[in-house]
């Protein structure tokens, strides 16, 4: 079929398995509860050639802070170059404006040959860093429970996300701490290959290595995080621990170089399908 006859739609969680398959194919960390946090809070987009799934984006809005995430595009390889992957991109950024956001996203190199014409700006910069659990458990963090930190996530990453956090404690609820005084928590997610550590937010460097060590203390296996790149402190903490860097990103806003939130406490993003 060629390719300006197929049509993007909605697609819901009957279709997960056709979701899987792009971002195994891609090589990419997301589970279905990962798939499953867009299909309940967000919206996903797809592209079906033959009755199979070819293209997603996905698009997950935080309306108290005026902006939503774009995440999931994702094209299978026997499809890319032909134009699927920025249709998607432009339905993604249709349904954040249509609802009065400001689209939000953290791109790779590749991506963001795309996004800056289209007027994605940046806003900084974030690395991911790959490496194994293990260690100590720190003094001054104990595990958090019951009470979310959603003021302080909200304070960091710009916008509310209570419904975030509660799924993130409920499925890795070993790996989630806070410090004794309060002021600074982590959580984690189980991915496909790898645990996912973040958000983390902290108020200093110090503060965030030990929030960093008592998750990776309490975890087992590989593990995954993305660290913005003004921390370069906790970066070379990292180093010395035997993580390397994997790739690069860039957090990227429609029209808006300025920060969400503020970047000055926040340390490790939730990933970039999830900010």
Known sequence: MPTEALTTAGLTPADMAGCLALSEGAGWNQSAEDWNIFFRHGTVFGIEEGGRLVASGAV?????GGFGWVSMVLVAASM??????????HRCIEALRGDGLCPVLDATPAGERIYRPLGFRTQFGLTRW???????AP???RALRADLPAALDAAAFGADRHFLL??????APANAF?????NGFVLARPGRAAL????????????AARLLDAALAAAQGPVLLDLADRWTGLAAHLRARGFTPERPYNRMALDRAE??????????????ELG
Do not use: M
């Not at 890319?80 to 991109?89: A, K, N, P, V, W």
């Not at 790959?130 to 100590?136: A, E, F, Q």
């Not at 806070?178 to 309060?182: A, F, I, V």
């Open 60 to 64: 997950l809005p935080y309306p108290s």
């Open 80 to 89: 890319r170059g032909r134009g699927l992957g920025t249709r998607i991109l």
């Open 130 to 136: 790959r490496g194994l659990s293990g260690g100590d």
């Open 139 to 141: 003094h001054g963090t």
């Open 166 to 171: 509660a799924e993130l404690l409920r499925r």
């Open 178 to 182: 806070t410090l004794d005084n309060g």
């Open 196 to 207: 996912q550590i973040g958000p983390l937010v902290a108020e200093s460097e110090a503060d």
């Open 259 to 272: 920060p969400f939130g503020d970047p000055a406490r926040l340390f490790v993003v939730a990933g970039p």
